[in-house]
Nanobody, 120 residues
Framework: QVQLVESGGGLVQAGKSLRLSCAASRSIFSISTIAWYRQAPGKQRELVAIMTSDERTNYAESVKGRFTISRENAKNTVYLQMNSLKPEDTAVYYC??????????????WGQGTQVTVSS
């Protein structure tokens, strides 16, 4: 079993930065595809950033050049650095890990979410 806990959200002004953290209860990120999702009020959940176990990354077009996903395996922590924040970034942000438990088996975990609100 793995638990993920997000933190770092809050209320900020447009143009400012935040760094979200996602802490895992044990070392799993080195064998995981990790991702950040977000869900704004009245909208569907959206994939924001993703990193594979070999550290290939992809980003939603709306955040490219502004957001960066990273991890520190020794700290069992995933980060989302968010720069140049816009009001449109307002959402609940969730971290996700798809963990390889064997050569072909995977288990998916979600955090509880952290609120990011960007004022104009």
């Amino acid at each position: 079993q793995v638990q993920l806990v997000e933190s770092g959200g809050g209320l900020v002004q447009a143009g400012k930065s935040l760094r979200l953290s996602c802490a895992a209860s044990r070392s799993i990120f080195s064998i995981s595809t990790i991702a950040w999702y977000r869900q704004a009020p009245g909208k569907q959940r959206e994939l924001v950033a993703i990193m594979t176990s070999d550290e290939r990354t992809n980003y939603a077009e709306s955040v490219k050049g502004r957001f960066t996903i990273s991890r520190e395996n020794a700290k069992n922590t995933v980060y989302l650095q968010m720069n140049s924040l816009k009001p449109e970034d307002t959402a609940v942000y969730y971290c996700n890990a798809d963990v390889s438990t064997s050569a072909y088996m995977h288990r998916n975990y979600w955090g509880q979410g952290t609120q990011v609100t960007v004022s104009s």
